[in-house]
């Protein structure tokens, strides 16, 4: 089992910057790939961005170029930092990691981009 715990959601204007963190407990040498989703007001949950034990990034067009996910293996710790928030960034970012076919998801912290 992997726990994981996420942190430093929050309320930033148009154009700031926020980072959220994740970090995982447990069996975490399972894990094969960790990542960021979100959930936005009736909407389905998409993924943002996923980083692989090899170095290997997927990042989604929507946050390319302002989102950049990276991962302190030491810490079990996975991050997400986040520049020229738009309003439509507001969601739910839930960290994800994944063991083959298994996933595994924290409670997930708020972002609001709001003036």
């Known amino acids: 089992q992997v726990q994981l715990v996420e942190s430093g959601g929050g309320l930033v204007q148009p154009g700031g910057s926020l980072r959220v963190s994740c970090a995982a407990s447990?069996?975490?040498?399972?894990?094969?790939?960790m990542g960021w989703y979100r959930q936005a007001p009736g909407k389905q949950r998409e993924l943002v961005a996923e980083?692989?034990?090899?170095?290997?990034?997927n990042i989604a067009n929507s946050v390319k170029g302002r989102f950049t996910i990276s991962r302190d293996n030491a810490k079990n710790t996975v991050y997400l930092q986040m520049n020229s928030l738009k309003p439509e960034d507001t969601a739910v970012y839930y960290c994800?990691?994944?063991?083959?076919?298994?996933?595994?998801w924290g409670k997930g912290t708020l972002v609001t981009v709001s003036s």
């Open positions: 994800n990691a994944k063991y083959y076919d298994v996933n595994y």
């Open positions: 447990g069996s975490t040498f399972s894990i094969i790939v």
């Open positions: 980083l692989t034990n090899g170095g290997i990034t």
